[in-house]
């Protein structure tokens, strides 16, 4: 419903511009000219070419989009195997902390005792 009611917004919109913009105009494409072309089908025609334009461009983005879901699989698999290094790396240290803790303990308990 809402895009109704924007795509009528719109369209009056062009109407009224097209009801003040009817001056002819002369379009040169180099040596190609085209006279008497009122200015209001030169501004639609180009906000319609620059929207294809914009279309294509999604369109191969998309299209090339499925080829950079294979990158992102790999850079997720490669964060995933430092993620487990660096959980191991901290489990090691986690035990070596544990190691010092306890010959400090130990090393309590004999100068206590003497």
Not at 57 to 80: C, H, I
Not at 83 to 110: C, G, P, Q, W
Request: proline share 2%.
């Amino acid at each position: 419903m809402l895009a109704i009611l924007l795509a009528v917004i719109f369209g009056l919109g062009v109407g009224y511009f097209a009801t003040e913009n009817t001056v002819p105009v002369a379009l040169r494409l180099g040596d190609f000219v085209i006279e008497n072309v009122p200015l209001y089908l030169v501004a639609v025609g180009s906000l319609l070419v620059g929207l294809v334009i914009a279309a294509l461009f999604y369109a191969a983005r998309s299209f090339t989009g499925s080829t950079t879901t294979l990158g992102k699989e790999r850079d997720t698999s490669m964060l995933e195997r430092d993620m487990a290094n660096l959980k191991y790396r901290v489990n090691e240290l986690e035990t070596a902390n544990n190691h010092v803790r306890l010959e400090r303990s130990s090393d309590a308990r004999i100068s206590a005792v003497s």
